[in-house]
């Protein structure tokens, strides 16, 4: 049996083209059910070995940070054997879950090298980002945090070309902007849930524009747009959430029926994309947002189970019937926006 990671092997090494591996998927699609581009197929682990080397490679990182934690910058040395680890196991390998470990460890690496240079809080930071009480001193070392991400990451990017690797530098570049904006200028941090907001919308319009170049989802490019659709959902939902006063124990029946309805939007949105990660995204949320309702009407214990049971059977029938669902919201939908959304 042939893995996606075979196939991607296969045009790298120059035995099939793009081309010809895309006809190949869409082949096997046909034969299936459901299209494959309907299936959002993400590419995590192409076969147990992928568990057993991210295991080895944990223990590892793990251990060589502990060790080098008296040079105060243990960050760098976790980045750098990131690094070249991936040389083998993503460049030559082309091992799936382990890319993305490796990749994410890399990016941590390079932000906490980051932190630890700079000399700023990273708790306070993420505390005042997201609507706490804090102060983060202002510093013009702030402006190299953002820049050197982005640096950082691109350079990953253009070496090895893992998918996730766009959204964690957006989620490190967004966390260091923000930080930088609210520790430079005090007066923005009472808008902080609006930039965050502004910030989720961003990078949900870049994984639109990674999803409009791949319509048929038979490339690496709707990889790239399901890590940037996951990362945006929260950062989307948790804002709106703060102002509703959901997430600091203001809640209300009415502020309930809210999160609900954004829920809601948010459902229609996944259709129209076809992004099943921005409603995974957002129930931790909406599950938040309804048991801080529950629990100052007393009713927490009963209703909380009630309510995983009607959204579970909700989501449930959702993935049974997203096909129809799906083609009956895109037949209310103007034309226009239907020849850049992905078929039904």
């Known amino acids: 049996m042939y893995s996606e990671s075979d196939l991607d092997a296969a045009v790298a090494a120059g035995k ?18 459901a299209p494959d581009a309907d299936e959002e ?31 105060g910058s243990p960050g760098l040395f976790v980045a ?56 983060l001193p202002g510093s013009a070392a702030l402006l190299l945090g953002p820049l050197l991400i982005a640096a950082a990451t691109y350079a990953h990017w253009r070496r090895f070309h893992v998918p996730i690797t766009i959204a964690a530098g957006a989620g490190w570049f967004i966390f260091f ?31 639109l524009r990674w999803d409009m170049a791949d319509r048929t989802r038979i490339t690496r490019r709707t990889d790239v747009a399901f890590w940037l659709h996951l990362l945006a959902a929260p950062l989307i939902v948790h804002p709106l959430f703060h102002l509703l006063g959901l997430l600091h124990g203001n809640a209300s ?24 990660a921005l409603l995974v995204s ?12 529950l629990q100052a009407t007393g009713m927490l214990g009963h209703g909380l189970a009630m309510t995983a049971l009607v959204a579970g059977a909700a989501l449930l029938l959702l993935s049974a ?24």
């Open 16 to 33: 099939l083209s793009a081309e010809e591996a895309g006809k190949f998927r869409a082949f096997i699609a046909t034969q299936k059910a």
């Open 41 to 71: 197929f993400v590419r995590l682990v192409s076969g147990f070995n992928d568990i057993f080397v991210s295991i080895a490679i944990i223990l590892v990182l793990t251990a060589l940070g502990v060790l080098t934690s008296p040079t």
């Open 80 to 135: 750098a054997a990131s690094w070249g680890l991936a040389e083998y196991f993503t460049r030559k390998r082309r091992m799936a879950l382990p890319s993305i470990l490796l990749l994410l460890t890399y990016v941590s690496g390079v932000a906490v090298t980051l932190v630890w240079v700079i000399g700023f809080n990273i708790a306070t930071a993420w505390a005042l980002i997201f609507g706490h009480a804090a102060t």
């Open 177 to 207: 902007g923000l930080a930088m904006l609210l520790g430079l200028i005090p007066a923005l941090r009472p808008a902080a849930p609006a930039l965050l907001l502004a910030s989720g919308l961003a990078v949900f319009a870049l994984g």
């Open 253 to 276: 029946p009415a502020s309930a029926l809210a999160a609900i309805a954004i829920y809601l939007g948010l459902g229609l949105v996944a259709l129209l994309v076809d992004r099943r």
């Open 282 to 293: 957002g129930l931790f949320y909406l599950f938040s947002a309804l048991s801080a309702v």
């Open 321 to 344: 019937f997203w096909h129809k669902t799906r083609h009956a919201v895109l037949a209310f939908a103007p034309a226009a926006l239907r020849q850049i959304l992905p078929p039904a």
